[in-house]
């Protein structure tokens, strides 16, 4: 996870006053990427071409991902709250 991201989810901890276990479930949530890095949907548009997204622990969180396949690795770039208006995707 990105530094970026990483400020992302402590954001949307304190501002969506989400349970203690939130890191915990969002690691589970993006478990899957490891073995499987073009399970989410690939985003085509407004500059996050190349860049995919899977939902996080809650279904309004969008976690925004990278696979860097030269070195076999995905790096989660954003965690989001898709229903503002406010997030870094709204309008793309």
Sequence with gaps: MSAAAAEDLARLELTHRLPGDTRNRFKRSVR?????????????AGGWEGFRYVLGPWRWMIVVYEHLEAEDRVVIVTVQDGRSSASALAGR
């Excluded at 899957?32 to 085509?44: D, I, K, Q, V, Y």
Aim: without cysteine; proline residues 15%; aromatic residues 8%.
């Design 32 to 44: 899957a990427l490891s073995r499987f890095p073009r399970l989410g949907t690939p985003l085509e």
